[in-house]
């Protein structure tokens, strides 16, 4: 049984003051960050509240109002983390659903006697003392929009919180085109254009951010393209080696698996990229329709996420896992031909 989200217990325990921990997921991206960055925001002016990240975040979110007090927890001082999570009234589990999902990090949380309060808009959560899952919403930052309006009432936006909830929804909705993106998406933005975010500005330190070397590596993510007319199909390959010579920094492959579903008739898509560090192939996947990447990758390469996105990871070489993807997919070719 799936727990309604218990506002007023929460309105209870905020009541006086707490020690709150907040977490995004892993590789956090902009609707993790902004979504913690929002909430705490809120929560500093009354309470002790730490966010603490699984590992570092790409230099494009490095801007977000009051990302500097982010604690990285992976070569951080990792004993003083610990203790302030198993000392923590609460725990904020925010844009992710399952504690595997922050590594080491999800056995302190699970350790830990305070109360867990999970937001999140993906599939199939796993259970939490309190929950608030709807994988109908385009976005956590949308979520919690509605959360600190329920919480604490339309006043206690400002700017800030504005800013990094704007920043969440339009990161994960690909500005505003995916199909879960609805007019109360539109309507909670217009909102926060009102409260002060400024869309431009926004806008440009995300996605005017780039530099050569990201440029470098976009350009040889399109030539190693491969393109499976037949199963409306594409994917991308991206070699530690190739990483290592376009001179690869953290979140310089963001969004490059887009590419794969921007041409003509394609509507299944995936980037394969070799992390030789941790011996793994991370993999995202991408579709149109109702292909579902979400299954697909639970079925086939031990992740998940949505219908539309999801991510993965093998640990074959390179070579083998693109050669078990090109033997798997020939199965779903029904599926594919007949996305609508
Ligand atoms: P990305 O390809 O950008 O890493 O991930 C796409 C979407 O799938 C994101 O919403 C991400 O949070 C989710 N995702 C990525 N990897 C996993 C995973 O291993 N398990 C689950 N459940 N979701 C994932
Ligand atoms: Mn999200």
């Not at 409260?195 to 470098?216: M, Q, V």
Request: with cysteine.
């Amino acid at each position: 049984m799936m727990k309604e989200l218990d506002i007023e217990k929460l309105q209870t325990i905020l009541a006086t003051k707490k020690k709150i921990t907040l977490l995004p997921h892993k590789n956090p991206d902009g609707d993790a960050l902004g979504s913690c960055l929002a909430l705490y925001t809120y929560l500093k002016e009354k309470h002790d509240v730490k966010v603490i990240s699984p590992n570092d975040y790409p230099q494009f979110l490095k801007w977000l109002p009051h990302h500097e007090q982010i604690e990285i927890f992976e070569g951080g001082y990792k004993g003083d983390m610990r203790r302030f999570i198993q000392n923590s009234d609460l725990i904020f589990i925010l844009d992710f659903n399952a504690l595997h999902r922050i590594d080491e990090l999800g056995n302190i949380v699970e350790n830990s006697k305070g109360l867990k309060v999970m937001i999140d808009h993906h599939e199939q959560p796993e259970e939490f003392d309190i929950m608030y899952s709807d994988p109908s919403m385009p976005a956590t930052a949308e979520m919690m929009y509605y959360f600190i309006e329920k919480l604490a009432g339309k006043e206690s936006f400002n700017k800030d919180i504005a800013t990094c909830l704007y920043t969440g929804i339009m990161t994960d909705t690909g500005s505003f085109r995916y199909p879960s993106t609805s007019s109360n998406t539109h309507r909670v933005i217009a909102n926060l254009i009102e409260l002060g975010a400024e869309k431009t500005e926004i806008h440009g330190n995300i996605y005017d951010s780039n530099t050569i070397s990201r440029f470098k590596l976009i350009g040889k993510a399109l030539q190693n393209l491969v393109v499976l007319n037949d199963l409306r199909t594409s994917y991308i390959t991206l070699s530690s080696k190739e990483l290592q010579e376009c001179n690869y920094k953290k979140g310089d492959t963001e969004g490059i698996v887009n590419y794969g579903l921007a041409l003509s008739g394609i509507v299944f898509t995936a980037i394969f990229i070799e992390d030789r560090e941790k011996g793994i192939i991370k993999i995202s996947l991408r579709s149109k329709g109702d292909f579902d990447v979400n299954q697909f990758s639970r079925n086939h390469f031990d992740g998940g996420g949505h219908i539309n996105a999801a991510g993965g990871r093998s640990e074959l070489s390179l070579d083998e896992t693109v050669a078990k993807f090109n033997q798997i997919i020939p199965e779903y070719q029904a599926q594919l031909i007949n996305t609508k």
